[in-house]
C-alpha cells in the first residue's frame, strides 16, 4: 500500500471515528432531552401515566412506500390524541417541520400541538399551522391547557391530499435520518407490525 493510501484509510477511519461519536453524543442529548420531558409531563404539567405514551414507531405508508417514523411522546387528554413531542440534539427548527408532519398524520382528527425539545430547551407549535407558539419547558401546555386548546379545535379531519403531502414529509426525514433516533425501542407501535422476511 502506497503512502497515499495509507493516509486516505488513516483520513476515512478518523472520519468514522468522528461520526460514530457525533452520533453517540447526539443520542446521549436526545436521551437526556427524553428524560427531562417524561418527569415535566408526570410530575410537573398534570398527566396520569395513561395520559402519556412514549418510545413510538409509527408507520408511514405512501403509494409503494414504506417507512417506520419514531416518536418520543403521544400524549392524549380525555381519550383524543393531542399532543406530540420529538426529542433531538442540535438544532430545534430544523425540526419543528417533521414534528408538525406527525401531528397531522398520527390522528384524525390532526393533534393540535406539536413540541420538539432538547436537553436545554422546547418550542411549542401549533400543528394547523406550524407557528412556534411558545418557547422553552414552561410554554409546554399543561392537561388542562391543553385540554382548552383541544375545546377551540374543530375536529375536522385533514383532506387526503394534505395527508400524503405530510407522510411525504415524514418520509424525506426518514430517508435523510433526520430524525432521532430511529426505532422505538419495544414501545407502543401504531399500525400493523413489519412483515417478517
Not at 430511529?182 to 401504531?190: F, P, R
Amino acid at each position: 500500500m502506497s503512502g497515499t493510501d495509507k493516509e486516505n484509510v488513516l483520513r476515512q477511519t478518523k472520519i468514522r471515528e468522528i461520526l460514530e461519536k457525533e452520533i453517540a453524543d447526539g443520542e446521549d442529548l436526545a436521551s437526556e432531552a427524553r428524560k427531562m420531558i417524561g418527569f415535566l409531563l408526570s410530575e410537573k404539567k398534570g398527566y396520569a401515566a395513561g395520559d402519556v405514551r412514549k418510545g413510538m414507531a409509527v408507520e408511514v405508508v405512501l403509494d409503494n412506500e414504506k417507512a417506520w417514523s419514531s416518536l418520543d411522546y403521544l400524549v392524549s387528554v380525555d381519550g383524543r390524541d393531542a399532543m406530540v413531542i420529538k426529542c433531538a440534539a442540535g438544532s430545534l427548527d430544523s425540526r419543528e417541520r417533521q414534528a408538525v408532519a406527525m401531528a397531522r398524520v398520527i390522528a384524525d382528527p390532526p393533534v393540535a400541538v406539536a413540541v420538539v425539545a432538547d436537553p436545554v430547551t422546547a418550542e411549542v407549535l401549533d400543528a394547523a399551522t406550524g407557528k412556534v407558539i411558545g418557547e422553552g419547558f414552561g410554554a409546554i401546555p399543561t392537561k388542562d391547557q391543553l385540554r382548552a386548546i383541544l375545546a377551540e379545535r374543530p375536529t375536522k379531519p385533514l383532506e387526503p391530499r394534505r395527508i400524503e403531502r405530510e407522510k411525504r414529509i415524514l418520509l424525506a426525514f426518514d430517508a435523510i435520518k433526520c430524525s432521532v433516533p430511529q426505532g422505538a425501542n419495544g414501545g407502543v407501535k401504531i399500525g400493523p407490525e413489519p412483515e417478517k422476511e
